[in-house]
């Protein structure tokens, strides 16, 4: 059921939901101002990460602002007298977009228009001292009018954390998630070079978590088509590029969102020229 009203918001309808939320389109009942709200009820002990994420996002989401980032207003929590929190909202920003995997984008021209506006975010997020650790195609929303907004910061953290367990999504996760090595800027190098390697060919690289043990040479060897082999739009500078993303070893990546942005840039500079 639909709840009518929550955390003093009124709910206009469901737009969504995750592993342990729902995510509805509310308004504010004084202003009338629309809004986006995730909420998570916790029903037992081992739901206590559903929540924790939630409050992490929001933590994150107040250090690390940019329009390419999607915008937290207010965090709302219920909380047992010396006990758990039993319910969460996240308040945030309502988008009137698509993902990207739901996106049809025509042309590598606007594909990296899309994932020049992705990196800027990234990149902001990395001066606040964070990474994204979940960059993939659902996590990239393209509005109407074309504006890109980076979303879920769930499973965002410091950089250099390592964290108990593995977390991250199968086909985009990099080595050093699957290992639960220190997680650093590298490892959105990785996720980005893994979506937009998806956005480009529509397959999927493979990864520590999707390949069998005695098949991970592939992995280290990267045997498996570049960019422009699955796809013969796209050029030969742009495809080493996003292979140059996805090395095993962190320290062989292309160094840095910011140097990547820099070579989109220039990339999409030399499109426009021709």
Known sequence: MTPRELFGYNVISEIGAGAASRIYAVSDHKSGQVYALKHVTRKAEKEDRFVQQVVNEYEVGKSCKHPALRKLIELKTTKRFLGPITEVALVMELIDGVGIDDKKLVGVAEILDVFIKVGEGLYEMHKAGYIH????????????????????????????????????????????????????????????????????????????????????????????????????????????????????????????IGKLLMRLQDYREAMKRK
């Open 133 to 256: 650790c979940d960059m993939k195609p659902q996590n990239v929303l393209i509005s109407s009018d074309g504006g890109v907004k980076v979303i879920d910061f769930g499973q965002a953290c410091k950089i250099g954390t390592i964290k108990p367990r593995v977390q991250g999504t199968p086909s985009f996760i990099a080595p050093e998630q699957a290992r639960c090595k220190p997680l650093t800027e590298q490892t959105d190098v990785y996720n980005f070079g893994a979506t937009l390697y998806w956005v480009l060919t529509k397959t999927r690289v493979p990864t520590l978590l999707t390949v069998e043990r005695e098949d991970r040479r592939v992995l280290k060897d990267q045997d498996y088509p570049t960019p422009m082999q699955a796809n013969d739009q796209v050029p030969a500078g742009l495809s080493d590029l996003v292979m140059g993303c996805l090395r095993h070893r962190p320290n062989e990546r292309i160094f840095g």
